[in-house]
């Protein structure tokens, strides 16, 4: 059949067709609607359409005597003719968007005052509707700043929805699909959803653009215990706590009295909430007792209380580039929680006697109170210990004692990877590279940690205590010859690294092969991380004659803390990748000297090489055949935070 005033052909159903008018007689099939006998055109069919006013006063005629009537009677009707060009033109408008006639099997009929009434209202809404649309569209593709509080509701809820699509909070496959038609079809104008997707980095610039996203928002963040802060009620419950500190508490009359002790705190010099000490007591022998204080949250924090749960939720403090998301309410814990500079302070302090070679030769656990006599930073700490005045003589002898502790682990096999650390910080919503470089005063608290770590497993196994004891299994490393060959430092250290597995959690102790102990668990930090906080716990029950959890009902304690970990450290990631892509982007014209290190995916030329201007290893494109140690020349390729985009390529220099 030829279809159209082009007389295309095509292939329609007969149940389809509708004849209008018959051939006269003795004329045969027209080639087209323009040719004889019809003679139809646009501009022919546009002159014969029945005006408004005619299909009005036909509807009220017929409305009075509602009889169906053919094509013919109601072209005549409206048209005052039935020529070819009147019945096509009235066809098309019964079968357009007309309101007041219906038209089937051929027969025209009124449409019903109450039908007609409906029809206008639906179509006023749709007419409505799609204004709406349009002024939603018209919105987005502004990108202009919007304010919440003068968009429609339904705006306003769209752009929540859009904001839990840019945070991926949305779950597949019906990101998009599952969304209602409106927010969906704008997504697809603005090309940024597909079947079942939804480019996210996009979202996230046009977000940015209407200022409804933080263009350093993590999206792991969302939805985890970190991401509405503390609730007013456990916010109350940590004011009581602070206001309850300074009166007695249970256990207090069997406390140790430490406070004549010269301790000493060291952290950097933002650090506020303070979990440990470190102090020296003078042996009859003419040795020395090192003690590692370490601060007690128990004091006030009960267990299974319900800042104790949040805790147990958190798993632990987060450090982000923005700043710290603890584990307990600040007013706790940089306040009673910490060990102060000259406040009497809570605390288990661990003491432990070194022999000549630095092995433990004896050590203890005691529930004590003490008084920090003075506060340092690593920068003034290592200024002591390099200048070592006689005032200051036991910090000194701290840092030597400490130092033949470490000498001992590494004749055990530990690993020591001493370089400095980069990481980019927020100051004043700004990317800030700030270097840590390796010290006598870090290393020596460093120590300490791993030490009492160390004795705390020593005195668990001894007594039968469960613990969250962290072990390594032994590593295959590269032959002696083979990593002498390598240069010292950053490259050497990358060769050691690959070889090594990943760090295991359990109740029952086990050797921890780049530590060179035989058992060990993190003690020290329990007012950053709960596990510690579970150390404590269980050697003090112990202490004080108290049965301890068993491992079966320590286990699922540890594997719910665990998860909370896991999930802190896939933030912390997030974090530190993001603030990554935020300074090179404002670095995006910047070179930088590099060193390969070794291949991650040579498939890809995806290799690690180590920046030190940077004191960062990142991964980067390379040249094929690449050796540990040759020299290269690092630059930005392409970066875009929003996108979590960042691609560094690394050319011989």
Known sequence: MLLGFEAKPQVVPQRLLERLSPLPPGDGPASSLKASPWGLTPERLLAARPTARALGAAWLLLLEAPQPMGLDAFADLVCGATEPQHLAACWLTLVGPQPWFRWRQGQVSPRALDDLRALRRDRRRSRLQAQREQRWLDLLQARQPVELEALAPDDRQRLEQLRQLAAGSLAEPALVTGLEPGLRASLTTLHLGAEGGVNRGQLRHLLVDLRQWDPHQLASLAGSPWSSGFSDELQREAERLVALSAEPRP??????????QRCVTIDDDGTRDIDDGLALEPRADGGWRLWIHVADP??????????????????????????????????????????????????????????????????????????????????????LIDLAPPQEADLVTLEQLLQSRRRWRIRQGALQFDLPEGRIRCRDGAPCLEITEPGPARAMVAEAMVLAGAAAAQLAMEHGVALPFRSQLPADLPPKSELEALEDGAVRFAAIKRCLSRGLMGTSPAPHFSLGLAAYVQATSPIRRYGDLLVQRQLGAWRRGEPPLDADALQPLLEQVDAAVREGVAISREDSRHWQQVWFEAHRNGQWRAQFLRWLRPQDRLGLVRVEELAMDLAAECPPRMDPGTRLLLRVQQVDPLRDQLRLVASAS
């Open 251 to 260: 256990g207090d009359d069997d406390r140790v009295d430490l406070t004549a």
């Open 298 to 383: 128990s004091r006030l924090v009960a267990p299974d209380s319900p800042l104790d749960l949040e805790a147990r939720r958190r798993g632990s403090s987060l450090y982000l580039a923005r700043g710290i998301l603890p584990m307990f309410p600040e007013p706790l814990s940089t306040g009673p929680l910490s060990l102060r500079a000259g406040v009497r302070c809570a605390a288990w302090s661990t003491w432990v006697e070194l022999d000549g070679q630095g092995a433990i030769s004896a050590c203890g656990l005691e529930r004590s109170w003490v008084q920090p006599t003075y506060r340092l930073s690593y920068a003034d700490a290592d200024d």
